[in-house]
């Protein structure tokens, strides 16, 4: 079995999947690198061809029909030998100090009696023409050491755990039943936040591991490309309310940090339908809220009662810019989009 299971999502990405690739190489037998060709049009299947051919017992390539970013996690999951699993984008790529640092701790707790479940490090903006790299850490977490949620201390609004972010167990991702929706985007945030109630140990290196490219005018990220892509931003929004009943989740510092999370995502579904600034989408707002209210009324009154949710559902267009404003603020303190 190998120790770490890297899978990349590839959709004619011949431009920049090589260098993707050669960052997580050095890993050498420890790990395993899927790279999941999905329907390119482009070489990026010649190029996965190349790779597994040149680093057989390291690279494998996986050519399915499109299926989307998601579907191309899910044949990850699928494929997966090592003990651990994570995605890199293939636009994106890994630090090699950082990642020599995380496979010395994940051979040491493998080799250990206690099985972890999710190691969580930093991730870097690697955003286009901007001089400063903001470094985004798991404020709050206990560095160093294998903690539970009982042991997190606090959880800070705006702060949430990024597919960027975590390494799972790959059992624990097969015994989840976690399956993303084809051609949907934005299924990075149901990645990581189905698997959470079945989280119980963590571990949290203080290192700059992932490199998160950001910048380009086609990337899904793009508000632009947000907004033209509302629907399945709602879509997601509503599978991460459907997926897990919270009341169920009996940690209650994990089930206060899932009610977070789905406030974050909420607001910016919220905030991409008011800049749109159509009609159409007005409705689609309210019609969100409503899908809440009558899925769980209570989680509905946690969500529409917090700070941002009261702030995203001020009346009139002097609310609307109000809530635009606060997403700007929010914007530069984390230096998305």
């Known amino acids: 079995m190998k120790l770490l299971t890297f899978t990349i999502p590839c959709y004619n990405s011949q431009d920049y999947m090589r260098h993707c690739i050669e960052s997580i190489l050095p890993g050498g037998e420890d790990v395993e690198i899927l790279i999941v060709d999905d329907g390119s049009k482009d070489d990026t299947a010649a190029i996965a061809d190349e790779y597994a051919e040149k680093y057989p017992t390291i690279v494998k390539a996986i050519h399915q029909e499109n299926g989307g970013h998601g579907e191309a996690v899910n044949a990850g999951i699928r494929n997966a030998t090592g003990l651990y699993f994570k995605v890199v984008d293939s636009d994106d790529w890994v630090d090699w100090n950082a990642y020599q640092a995380i496979l010395a701790k994940l051979r040491e707790i493998a080799g250990g009696s206690v099985a972890l479940d999710m190691l969580l490090a930093n991730y870097v903006y690697e955003k286009e023409g901007a001089k400063h790299k903001r470094v985004m850490r798991q404020t709050g977490f206990p560095k160093d050491q294998i903690f539970t949620w009982s ?70 990220v793009n508000e632009k490309v947000m907004i033209s892509r509302i629907d399945q931003q709602i879509r997601v929004n509503k599978i991460m309310i459907d997926d897990v009943d919270l009341n169920k989740v009996s940690n209650y510092k994990c089930r206060h940090y899932m009610i977070n999370y789905l406030e974050i995502i909420t607001v910016v579904t919220t905030v991409m339908l008011l800049r749109s600034g159509t009609e159409e989408n007005l409705e689609k707002k309210r019609e969100l809220w409503r899908y809440i209210k009558n899925k769980d009324i209570g989680l509905f009154h946690r969500l529409r009662n917090g700070i941002m949710g009261q702030t995203m559902n001020l009346p009139g267009r002097s609310g609307r810019k109000i809530s635009v404003a606060a997403y700007r603020l929010s914007q530069k303190v984390v230096g998305f989009n």
């Open 151 to 220: 042991d997190v201390r606090h959880f800070y609004k705006g702060h949430y755990i990024l597919m960027h972010s975590v390494i799972y167990r790959t059992k624990l991702l097969r015994e989840c039943g976690l399956e993303l929706p084809k051609h949907t985007f934005y299924v990075d945030n149901i990645y990581v936040y189905k698997p959470l109630p079945h989280v119980r140990t963590m571990y949290y290196m203080d290192v700059d591991f992932y490199r998160y490219f950001i910048g380009r005018e086609d990337q899904s």
